[in-house]
Nanobody, 118 residues
Framework: VQLQASGGGLVQAGGFLRLSCSAS????????MGWFRQAPGKEREFLAS????????YSTDSVKGRFTISRDNAKSTVILKMNSLKLEDTAVYYC????????????WGQGTQVTVSS
């Protein structure tokens, strides 16, 4: 399984970014996809996940209402739209996947850097 994330970059606070993750080597529509992030000096943090059928789950207050996860099974792609970005959203963002019905995200992409400036 290979996960290739893209779309990171430098953005001003209050701005918008769209992260994309392309998956290969898996039957995409049987996998739950998700996003994590890791900020410098902090633990890895779960952000959101989406089942093959489109049911989305979000982490608690840090990103709820600002981030939206979606997927396109035909294109084997999962998207994370991030609005109203804050300085504390600066981190490396990772695309992840797990087979439906399992609990652990076994597969991780290489990460894409998001930097929010003031």
């Amino acid at each position: 399984v290979q996960l290739q994330a893209s779309g990171g970059g430098l953005v001003q606070a209050g701005g918008f970014l769209r992260l994309s993750c392309s998956a290969s080597g898996q039957t995409f529509n049987t996998y739950t996809m998700g996003w994590f992030r890791q900020a410098p000096g902090k633990e890895r943090e779960f952000l959101a996940s989406i089942t093959w059928s489109g049911f989305a789950t979000y982490s608690t207050d840090s990103v709820k209402g600002r981030f939206t996860i979606s997927r396109d099974n035909a294109k084997s792609t999962v998207i994370l739209k991030m609005n109203s970005l804050k300085l504390e959203d600066t981190a490396v963002y990772y695309c992840v996947s797990r087979p439906s019905g399992t609990n652990t995200f076994n597969y991780w992409g290489q990460g894409t850097q998001v930097t929010v400036s003031s």
